[in-house]
């Protein structure tokens, strides 16, 4: 089964304008090549991207390479609408078809965390993704000893399911179905 590719551009919450990245943007980015940012109406910020960011990237092209374009199933990138300065990403690492679930990831650079922003663009992907009508759970995992992730998930009403030696699992179910 193949999910199509995403029929919108952007998601918008109160503070955020949420974009799917693109195996383009991707490589735009390794490159340190942000000539294309103001035709998309962005402007670099220049914490950003941080190393976290540059490393999970080959982790995103693959993802998106499985595809003919972004689903939404992988990687958006988090603007803030006052400045128009991307300060971090969240997204999925894929749909899974068998148990109908993605596994969401996020993160925020270190100068805007705290700020509630990473609950806003997770809480709009969690909410996106439950409208698709294909998606029954969303799972995440964060580090044992990571209070300020364990927390998040907590406020998010994601319920721990499982930890191993470095991890702890957590699901959302959603309750449409």
Known sequence: M????????????????????????????????????????LKKEKRWPDSDF?????????????????TGFESWLIIRKDTLEVIGDAGFKGYNFNEKNADIGYGIISEERRKGFAEE???????????????????????????????????????????????KYWTLQNHLV
């Open 54 to 70: 540059i490393e999970i990237i080959p982790k995103i092209i693959n993802n998106l390479s499985l595809a003919e374009g972004p």
């Open 121 to 167: 663009a997770v809480k709009e992907l969690i909410r996106w993704a439950f409208s698709t009508g294909i998606v029954d759970e969303i799972t995440a995992r964060c580090l044992l000893d990571n209070v300020n992730s364990i927390n998040f998930l907590k406020k998010l009403n994601f319920t721990e399911i499982k930890q191993d030696a470095e991890m």
């Open 2 to 41: 193949k999910i199509n590719t995403l029929s919108i551009d952007r998601l918008t919450t109160e503070r955020l304008i949420l974009i799917p990245l693109t195996i383009k943007m991707c490589e735009n980015i390794l490159n340190h090549d942000f000539s294309d940012w103001p035709a998309l109406g």
